[in-house]
């Protein structure tokens, strides 16, 4: 993708970064393995909150301030981000944390289905949400799903394909 991708955790109503490959683009945003950032401001933040019980954006909640003017600072807007986020399977830092600096996560499950980390891509507004916003979000999904089989996830088959299937072997 020639952008920067992150591998983060929650911990504590924060992003944790565990792993992480830095890109060639000028545009860098300093982050460290081991850094904590409010989970309501990072992709990789919103991609795992967006599955948790609402106990943990009570306790996300609780870390919210202004970085940006487009922090989002009030807990329905919070909410609402975080459904659209399920929605649409890949969350969006709209520049939150840090002005120009975008990114997109997506969630990593475990063999319980549970959300346990997320893989976020990012950068410059233009190169993240511009013509390759969805090209990005694809791969961002696709790393994801295949780290969560590494762990032991199944995904379910929608009925549809289920019953597709079953007509075919008829």
């Not at 909640?61 to 909410?79: A, G, N, S």
């Not at 944390?97 to 996560?105: S, T």
């Not at 410059?124 to 696709?142: S, T």
């Not at 089989?149 to 199944?154: C, E």
Request: proline share 5%; hydrophobic share 40%.
């Amino acid at each position: 993708a020639h952008e920067s991708v992150q591998l983060a955790v929650f911990d504590s109503g924060f992003a944790v970064y565990v792993d992480k490959v830095d890109s060639a683009q000028p545009l860098k945003a300093i982050t460290t393995i081991g850094s904590r950032v409010p989970a309501t401001v990072t992709s990789t933040g919103k991609a795992i909150l967006s599955w948790l019980p609402s106990e943990s954006l009570d306790v996300a909640f609780q870390h919210v301030k202004r970085y940006t003017p487009l922090t989002l600072m009030r807990r329905r807007d919070i909410e609402k981000d975080l459904e659209e986020t399920r929605g649409r399977g890949y969350s969006i830092n709209h520049g939150e944390f840090r002005v120009g600096v975008c990114g997109i996560g997506a969630p990593i499950r475990d063999r319980s289905g549970g959300v346990v980390a997320a893989v976020g891509v990012w950068g410059a507004e233009a190169n993240i949400l511009g013509p390759r916003r969805e090209e990005l979000a694809k791969l961002a999904i696709v790393a994801a799903r295949d780290i969560s089989r590494a762990l032991g996830h199944i995904e379910p088959q929608p009925v549809k394909e289920i019953a597709k299937a079953r007509i075919l072997a008829l």
